[in-house]
């Protein structure tokens, strides 16, 4: 190849996408260094790239053209088609093919090299009349080859256009309309949930992921998770007052339509008799209370105070959901899958289907219900003296909220007392309890909640009825892990390993109140559930299982299960599997803890966010990363904790200050704190 170019030849080339003419300086081997008119710098190229234009020397004499000259020497339309009728007129295909020079003769005469630069770039752009072969001879199309040619380059345009209607779309700066959604290309969809899955699963991936990154220019995308999450908020894209981790959970989407009207068909069998029925005792002669929250609807506990000869019983009684549910069922299936109701600021979704859930159940008042009771005899003392667990029938006579019940145990009606005989009884249990190490802490909790739309602050208070109520739950909770010994019973227990509190002369370092109960509590290990009963560290009991809410967690659903076939004598799960069971819910509620407090966090900040102007009284309880200045402190106002980049004093434990919100953007989790 080299034999055919020499020293001052014209030639033609691409150089990095843009059509030149040049002359060959030398030859080095297999490159050739070539210099080019214009600003253009000598480049080194390969000899395979460089198309001959003049070897015979005539155009040697003429400078090289700049870029102004070759746009001036462009060849007009009608020259071009002129050539291409002529050259398209002439035959058989080999006869119609030309030099670069022979083609320019035929547009303009004389040929100068501003005219052959002209004609290179313009064989090098998007046009429908000739072809640049490899031979390097120009051809030109057939009528046939520029149709399809059309044609093609019409369906680009189109598809570029389309293109940039999408870019578009995407870019506007507000929530999408659904139309407008509906016009999207399904793989921006698919993009999108890769980038929702993205911010719930690996946040701090966000900056790195290729996706985004390709995008980033165009979409005018930030480069870190907050970005990416308000991109997709004003866009409609993401509900910003759901929590991000509900997407994708096993509480994303409602129940199929299969288990719906499964859940129907349990509904209509709930007055037939079911297996197990004859062995029920009937309770529905005793006075029973159940006591929840206003607007409850999945009841699953109850109470009542029996006065016998031989003293006076407790009873404890619990839905019973074995009875309709069957183990394995697609329904059971789903309620393990979701493992517990989630409790949103805007309501529940639950582990079952309402219409069941809260339907035949609920522990409905004036409804006879299938159950599973516990009945306790206390010591003077509050320690368990007779136990009995049994299927039973209940109906309960009250269904009050927790505001009813205070009235019923401070006044103790004559004929109604049994409510306030349970308190007392329960009082007794509680002090037993803190005299076996339990770490009690009876302060208000807040909770924002929205109703109709409205967002509100529920403060709830540790009343008589909460205390007689959640020290019962405790209690059965007590008695059916002695159960489970006695019967070497194979559930689902609940421990707590020991923990070293501060001591006395630390705490009297710290004033009394939420920074006192802070320093305890961060010294308490997270809770475990297991096969084997281990001890309850700040629940003061040797051995504890959940078992007061199946209609609300399949855990306390499974130990049901397997309390009422230890009862009827039939088989029960072998430890191992039951601990495989355990094992498979334990991620649905991480998660479920992960939602409900991600929930939480951003409606206390849209709270804060409408009360910008409001200066807090909070109490610091401590430094979560002193280096970020991340402070933890408790406002009695809303009774809750609330975390947030904090400037100002170096407050230390327990001690009041006043606080304002100088920064808060809900939609991006951000919250700034100024100490007075």
Sequence with gaps: MSQSFHSGDTIAVVLKGSPLIGRLLSIKGSKAVVSFGGQRRDQDLPLRDLIPVDQSGELSSQPLPAPDQVQDCAPTSRSLIEAWQLLADEGPEGSS???????????????????????????????????????????????????????????????????????????????????????????????????????????????????????????????????????????????????????????????????????????????????????????????????????????????????????????????????????????????????????????????????????????????????????????????????????????????????DGDDLIELAPPGDESLADLAQLMNRRHRWRRSRGAVLFDRPEGRFRLREGELEVQVIEPSAARLLVSEAMLLMGSVVADFAQECDLALPFRSQPSATLPTAEELEQIPEGPAQDAAIKRCLSRGVQGTRPMPHFSLGLPAYVQATSPIRRYADLVAHRQILAQLDGSAVLPEERLGELIEDLDDPLRQSVQIAREDQRHWQQVWLARHREQTWTVVFLRWLRPQDRLALVHVPDLAMDLVGVAEGTEPSPGQHLSMTVTHVDPDRGELQLQFG
């Design 97 to 403: 093919k030309l030099s670069l020079v022979e083609f320019c003769e035929l547009l303009q005469d004389p040929v100068s090299l501003p005219v052959i630069a002209a004609v290179w770039t313009w064989l090098q752009e998007p046009q429908s009349l000739f072809r640049w072969r490899r031979d390097r001879l120009v051809q030109p199309l057939t009528a046939d080859e520029r149709i399809r040619l059309r044609q093609q380059r019409r369906s680009e345009r189109q598809v570029a256009e389309h293109q940039q209607r999408q870019l578009e779309l995407m870019r506007i700066q507000r929530p999408l309309s659904d139309d407008e959604k509906k016009a999207l290309d399904p793989q921006w969809g698919v993009l999108i949930e890769h980038w929702l899955n993205l911010l719930r699963t690996n946040p701090s991936g966000v900056g790195e992921d290729s996706d985004r990154k390709q995008w980033s220019a165009s979409l005018q995308i930030g480069s870190d998770a907050a970005d990416l999450r308000q991109w997709l908020v004003v866009r409609g894209l993401l509900d910003p007052d759901q929590p991000l981790s509900l997407g994708n959970s096993p509480w994303s989407r409602t129940f199929a339509s299969n288990l719906e009207q499964e859940a129907e068909r349990l509904v209509a069998l709930a007055d037939s008799e079911r297996p197990g029925d004859q062995r029920r005792l009937d309770l529905t002669g005793l006075a029973t209370y159940s006591l929840d929250d206003s607007g409850t609807r999945e009841i699953d506990d109850a109470l009542s105070c029996e006065q016998r000869d031989d003293g006076c019983w407790i009873w404890i009684h619990i839905a019973d959901p074995s009875r309709l549910i069957d183990p394995g069922s697609p329904l059971d299936l789903e309620a393990r899958r979701r493992a517990t109701s989630l409790y949103l600021a805007d309501g529940v979704i639950p582990m079952l289907p309402l219409n069941l859930a809260a339907g035949p159940l609920s522990l409905r008042a004036g409804q006879r219900t299938a159950a599973l009771s516990v009945a306790v005899q206390l010591d003077e003392h509050g320690g368990v003296a007779a136990q009995r667990i049994v299927r039973s029938w209940i109906r309960p006579r009250y269904g009050l909220t927790y505001a």
